[in-house]
């Protein structure tokens, strides 16, 4: 665009400020060559006129600006000549290296222990299981929202570290762990998801579905909760 005379003002719609100002980051990293052709190119495109300027929109893609789509269209199908063709694009490197880690960390995660046997594997609404993700809300926490004590909450649950029988039978394997609903035993995770009569302000039988699995402990406030815990 700085190098169409026509231009005059440069609008910058994006969804990720910080991405944006690394652009103008003077510090060493691995992708200052870009920032530093890019930075030569502004000064030249406003050393052309004084007139000329440019600004950054921050819109979140998840809010669906129509605007945002056309512009995101649109560059989809721009053919540029790339600047520096021996190098990857910033976009692409910054997705390449991500994914990476997000393919490591699955590899790591789901050919270890390091869940744990008792892990709640959970799937979205499409049925399918979900896997860490560094876009779009992340995989877990966008479901959640802003409570600390359900976040708290759903991943005691997850993990099956919770003020339950079942976990503190590990280390207390001599006391009383049955249910207070009378019908179970030792106070289980299966128990208190399916079948036990104290948490049955909501039902639906989809509680390996992370959304049916928030709202039944956003109705069941004791559920993986501390008997003395804040409310």
């Not at 199908?77 to 692409?92: A, P, T, V």
């Not at 709640?120 to 929202?145: A, C, Q, T």
């Not at 004590?149 to 997850?158: D, E």
Request: aromatic share 14%.
């Amino acid at each position: 665009m700085t190098n169409l005379l026509e231009i005059s003002k440069i609008i910058v719609i994006t969804d990720s400020i910080h991405a944006a100002r690394s652009i103008f980051d003077s510090s060493i990293y691995p992708l200052q060559v870009h920032s530093a052709t890019i930075s030569k190119e502004l000064r030249e495109f406003f050393s052309m006129n004084s007139d000329n300027s440019m600004k950054f929109w921050e819109y979140p893609s998840r809010c669906d600006w129509p605007l945002f789509k056309a512009v995101d269209r649109d560059t989809k199908q721009f053919c540029q000549i790339l600047m520096l063709s021996c190098k990857s694009l910033w976009d692409f490197s910054k997705k390449r290296e991500c994914n990476d880690i997000i393919h490591n960390w699955k590899m790591t995660f789901q050919a270890s222990d390091l869940k744990g046997w008792q892990f709640l594997d959970l799937v979205d609404n499409d049925n399918i299981s979900i896997e860490p993700s560094y876009s779009n809300g992340r995989s877990w926490l966008k479901f959640i929202g802003h409570s600390n004590l359900l976040c708290t909450r759903v991943m005691r649950a997850i993990v099956n570290h919770a003020p339950i029988g079942e976990y503190r039978l590990c280390f207390f394997p001599k006391e009383e762990f049955k249910c207070p609903c009378g019908s179970y035993p030792i106070k289980t995770r299966q128990h208190i998801l399916h079948e036990c009569q104290r948490f049955n302000n909501y039902w639906n039988l989809r509680r390996d579905s992370l959304s049916y699995f928030i709202l039944f402990l956003e109705f069941n406030s004791s559920a993986f909760a501390f008997d003395n815990a804040i409310k």
